[in-house]
């Protein structure tokens, strides 16, 4: 599968600093989502809920999330964050799906039948917003 973004960061409404992100995939997948703001800096608001973001670990400037994308709906994934502080924000973005190749597939014949093998392909993918 293939994958695209495009980003553009701008002023948040609240004087700080936003990020939008639109993901675009060849397959739905299952997304995760770690982001790290500048030391001192926090996320102020995100597409993902209402109300306070709460930072991932109890502290720090790192939030994690995972999401779930199904059926057609989950090929594009368009969301944004705000933060508040001095610099950039770090995202790292995985992408995976369960995918087959002719290579998984052939080793798959030569396992036992007791064996059901379950091929997965994992992207990973960093920026700065």
């Keep these: 599968p293939k994958f695209r973004k495009r980003v553009s960061a701008t002023g948040s409404r609240e004087g700080g600093r936003r990020c939008d992100v639109l993901v675009e995939t060849s ?9 790290t703001v500048p030391a001192g800096g926090k996320v102020s608001r995100w597409s993902f809920t209402e109300g306070e973001v709460t930072p991932s670990g109890g502290g720090g400037g790192t939030y994690v999330l995972h999401h779930a994308a199904n059926g057609e709906e989950g090929r594009r994934w368009r969301w944004w964050f705000e933060w ?3 610099g950039t924000a770090a995202v790292s973005w995985t992408y995976t799906n369960v995918t087959s190749s002719l290579r998984e597939v052939e080793r798959g014949l030569r396992l036992p039948d007791w064996v059901t093998p379950i091929a997965q392909t994992t ?3 960093t920026f700065r917003c």
């Excluded at 397959?27 to 982001?35: A, D, K, Q, T, V």
């Design 123 to 125: 992207y990973v993918h």
């Design 84 to 86: 508040e502080g001095a």
């Design 27 to 35: 397959h739905p997948g299952y997304h995760s989502l770690n982001l």
